[in-house]
């Protein structure tokens, strides 16, 4: 069975630091584009950044400078580390793998692989 599964979420206050973890069973994620969306009640999911498989990165206009992702292929893992978190960045974490034409789109339909959330709360 083909599955991601994403770790790391909890409670941090304002300032504080997180780092996701997402690892692939099933499959290698040598293959795809890779990338970190997040889901805050009441609001569409939103795409916070991404990896190709080149190692070209992008990152959503709230998070950059703040947050970096990176991928190591030998784990079939790829990491969120998010740091000066704000409260609103409180949401619900996805990883997502698939193969977008541009992953800075953050285009829903172009992500096969789908982890199962992990909550990040940031509140003091």
Same mark, same amino acid.
């Given at each position: 069975?083909s599955?991601?599964?994403?770790s790391?979420?909890?409670?941090v206050?304002?300032?504080?630091s997180?780092r996701?973890?997402?690892v +692939?069973?099933g499959?290698?994620?040598?293959y795809?584009?890779?990338?970190?969306?997040?889901?805050?009640?009441?609001k569409?999911?939103?795409?916070?950044?991404?990896i190709?498989?080149?190692?070209?990165?992008?990152y959503?206009? +709230?998070v950059?400078?703040?947050?970096?992702i990176s991928?190591?292929? +030998?784990?079939?893992?790829?990491?969120?580390?998010?740091?000066?978190?704000?409260?609103?960045?409180? #949401?619900?974490?996805?990883? +997502? #793998?698939?193969?977008p034409?541009?992953?800075?789109?953050?285009d829903?339909t172009?992500?096969?692989y789908?982890?199962?959330g992990?909550q990040?709360?940031?509140s003091s």
């Amino acid at each position: 069975q083909s599955q991601l599964v994403e770790s790391g979420g909890g409670l941090v206050q304002p300032g504080g630091s997180l780092r996701l973890s997402c690892v +692939a069973s099933g499959f290698t994620l040598d293959y795809y584009g890779l990338a970190w969306f997040r889901q805050a009640p009441g609001k569409e999911r939103e795409g916070v950044s991404c990896i190709s498989r080149g190692g070209y990165t992008n990152y959503a206009h +709230a998070v950059k400078g703040r947050f970096t992702i990176s991928r190591d292929n +030998a784990k079939n893992t790829v990491y969120l580390q998010m740091n000066s978190l704000k409260p609103e960045d409180t #949401a619900v974490y996805y990883c +997502a #793998a698939g193969t977008p034409v541009f992953c800075g789109d953050y285009d829903l339909t172009e992500y096969d692989y789908w982890g199962q959330g992990t909550q990040v709360t940031v509140s003091s």
